[in-house]
Nanobody, 114 residues
Framework: QVQLVESGGGLVQAGGSLRLSCTASGNIFSIDAMGWYRQAPGKQRMLVASITRFGSTNYADSVKGRFTISRDNAKNTVYLQMNSLKPEDTAVYYC????????WGQGTQVTVSS
């Protein structure tokens, strides 16, 4: 079983920045994809960004040019640098790791005030 610990959420004004981190531990043989999803109130969970073990990235159109995903394979950690934040980025952000099966973090709240 894989455990995920997220950190870095919080309250920020529009235009500000936050950096999310997620570290995986437990029964890990190898990690394939890692990523971040978000879910705003009343909306479905959606992909924000993902990164493969080889570093290939994928972003939602709404965050391209503002968010950057990266990972440290030695630390089993994925990061999400969020710049130029907008109120519409407000959501609970969930870390996702694929290591034989898909595991999810507990979620971290990101609130962007206007």
């Amino acid at each position: 079983q894989v455990q995920l610990v997220e950190s870095g959420g919080g309250l920020v004004q529009a235009g500000g920045s936050l950096r999310l981190s997620c570290t995986a531990s437990g029964n890990i043989f190898s990690i394939d994809a890692m990523g971040w999803y978000r879910q705003a109130p009343g909306k479905q969970r959606m992909l924000v960004a993902s990164i493969t073990r080889f570093g290939s990235t994928n972003y939602a159109d709404s965050v391209k040019g503002r968010f950057t995903i990266s990972r440290d394979n030695a630390k089993n950690t994925v990061y999400l640098q969020m710049n130029s934040l907008k109120p519409e980025d407000t959501a609970v952000y969930y870390c996702m790791v694929v290591s034989g099966r898909t595991s999810w973090g507990q979620g971290t709240q990101v609130t962007v005030s206007s």
